[in-house]
């Protein structure tokens, strides 16, 4: 016979430990089927005591009396009312139910734990929100944050929202003391989350809210939207006044989407992407363009030449695909004349009180991803700049039907020229990001502190004045991306128009399907004739 070992003896005993669990099961479900029992309970025993007491502390000569109308009145019940008797006793129940009841005060105020860490965010704010010479400052170092903070909210031991009161004496207008406090606050409240930072001047109280993550699962597909309406990503509730019907995962929801307008009454035409390396500038403008396709056509200028917009060739719509310096030179040279001719265009029609023709009203989208690259290159060959050959674009596109979407990296910003710069009203910066690079990119402080790790994709866009808004891209990966996730890439490829031309009505989108190579460029004079890109007449 093989022996165990006691050890195994030892810890293998699930009948008694089995055992254990049930007498505990049944002892916690005995007690709350009898809880309304123990409760009547207590509540007799402290009448019996209330009793006690009365008759202990009323004088003898009016105990008589008292006793002979409560029984007189016991009795009045009992005769006069049908059941009289089982309402006493239920009343006399009740009142004992009611006097059983568990008194014990909700414990108020923070825990231990909690009040250290309030103490300590109270310690780490004084010598920002107190000067020398105060003499009853609101943030000492012997002081109590019980006086400065109001309301907070703490979810799994972590703040998530704290009201606090600052001295009225705070520079609250300056961005950079404001900053300086944030950091402080961002700091020991902890980096892993965002937070909103609402500062009410008036009455010298700021609040802070930790922000919940904005849903990643969000990929590409048709939105819900009117001609001429992009949806740039997904924000938070409430801060934008719309939501669109979207399939997020396995379910479909209302979310917040940032639409940007474009179009001849579009205030912010046109679009500058900014970002860290990674951080998904290039999936904005492949967002884009799969929203753009179906209504117009498309060019793409990829500067970094990674080949990330390759899915797009040969497809109806697509109208150049140019990685090269030659090829995009060409190109934009070709929108530019294209802009003008479709401003003639819609000049002459406007004179003569007729509509613009179709082919001017149809959207044309130049997408620029990473232009710098092509500066420096064209600086190199000692070529024409393609930036400037955006000038045209970028100033007349509005009323043209023209739009133009730039991305670039953050820190090869200084090399965008002044007219992208100046031309582009509506504006997204993606990544972890500081409050200077936020203010110097959107023109406004964001709307909350960035955490230090964000998913690719998140960021903030501002559409000319209006707010700074947290934004989400939809995640809209290049299909021949392997990496990326499979359903995602599916997503894409069912937003393509099909690539056997079934949609090409348009004459020139028929002439670019017969390009002989994907990508090859039709480019059409300011006659509106249309003859393919490469043409030495076009090279300078
Ligand atoms: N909104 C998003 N949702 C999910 N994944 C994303 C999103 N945006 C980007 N990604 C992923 O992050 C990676 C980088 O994205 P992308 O190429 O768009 O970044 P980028 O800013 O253009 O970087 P670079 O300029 O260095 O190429 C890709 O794998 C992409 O699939």
Request: hydrophobic residues 40%; proline residues 9%.
């Amino acid at each position: 016979m093989v022996r165990r070992p006691l050890s195994a003896l030892l810890s293998s005993r699930p009948s008694l430990t089995r055992g254990r669990e049930l007498a505990r099961a049944a002892v916690d479900s005995t007690t709350d089927v009898l809880h309304p029992l123990f409760v009547i309970a207590r509540g007799l025993r402290r009448q019996a005591g209330w009793a006690r007491d009365w008759w202990g502390s009323t004088p003898k000569d009016r105990r008589g009396p008292a006793l002979l109308a409560s029984v007189g009145a016991g009795f009045l019940v009992l005769v006069l009312l049908p059941y009289g008797a089982y309402l006493m006793f239920a009343a006399w129940m009740g009142s004992a139910g009611w006097m059983g009841r568990d008194r014990t005060p909700a414990p108020t105020g923070p825990s231990g734990p909690e009040n250290d860490r309030l103490t300590a965010l109270y310690e780490a704010l004084v010598p920002y929100l107190s000067v020398a010479d105060d003499p009853s400052p609101l943030y000492a170092h012997d002081g109590s944050w019980e006086n400065a903070f109001g309301d907070h909210v703490f979810e799994d031991g972590r703040l998530v929202r704290l009201h606090l009161k600052y001295p009225a004496y705070f520079t609250d207008g300056e961005p950079a003391a404001r900053a300086r406090v944030e950091h402080v606050l961002h700091a020991k409240v902890g980096r892993g989350r965002e937070y909103r930072f609402e500062w009410n001047e008036e009455e010298n109280h700021l609040t802070l809210t930790a922000l919940p993550p904005l849903p990643t699962g969000i990929a590409a597909q048709r939105f819900v939207t009117s001609p001429g309406e992009t949806v740039l990503g997904f924000t938070d509730p409430g801060s934008v006044q719309r939501t669109v019907p979207v399939q997020d995962g396995e379910e479909v929801r209302d979310a917040p989407p940032v639409v940007w307008r474009t179009g001849p009454r579009s205030t912010e035409p046109h679009l500058l992407a900014l970002g860290h390396p990674g951080t998904g500038t290039t999936t904005l403008l492949r967002s884009i363009a799969l929203q753009a396709l179906p209504e117009g056509d498309v060019v793409v200028v990829d500067g970094s030449g990674t080949g990330e917009y390759a899915f797009l060739s040969g497809r109806p719509g697509v109208m150049a695909v140019e990685s090269g310096l030659a090829g995009t030179l060409a190109t934009l040279e070709w929108a530019a004349h294209e802009t003008e001719r479709r401003l003639i265009a819609v000049n002459r029609a406007r004179q003569a009180g007729r509509t613009a023709p179709d082919d001017v009203r149809r959207p044309l989208w130049i997408l620029v991803d990473r232009p710098t690259v092509l500066s420096q290159l064209a600086h190199a060959e000692s070529r024409p700049d393609p930036q400037e050959l955006l000038d045209i674009p970028l100033r007349h596109g509005r009323a043209a039907g023209v739009t133009v979407a730039v991305a670039d990296h953050l820190d090869g910003a200084e090399a965008l020229s002044h007219v992208v710069v100046a031309q582009t009203r509506a504006r997204v910066l993606l990544g972890a990001v500081t409050a200077e690079q936020t203010q110097a990119v959107l023109g406004a402080p964001q709307c909350s502190t960035s955490a230090a790790q964000v998913p690719p994709g998140r960021g903030y866009v501002r559409l000319g004045t209006g707010p700074v808004l947290r934004m989400q891209v939809p995640a809209t990966p290049d299909p021949f991306d392997e990496d990326a996730g499979d359903a995602h890439r599916q997503a894409v490829m069912a937003l393509l128009p099909p690539a056997d031309g079934a949609h090409g009505a348009e004459p020139r989108e028929r002439e670019a399907e017969t390009a002989e190579a994907p990508g090859a460029v039709m480019v059409s004079e300011p006659s509106g004739a249309v003859r393919p890109a490469g043409d030495p007449a076009l090279e300078h």
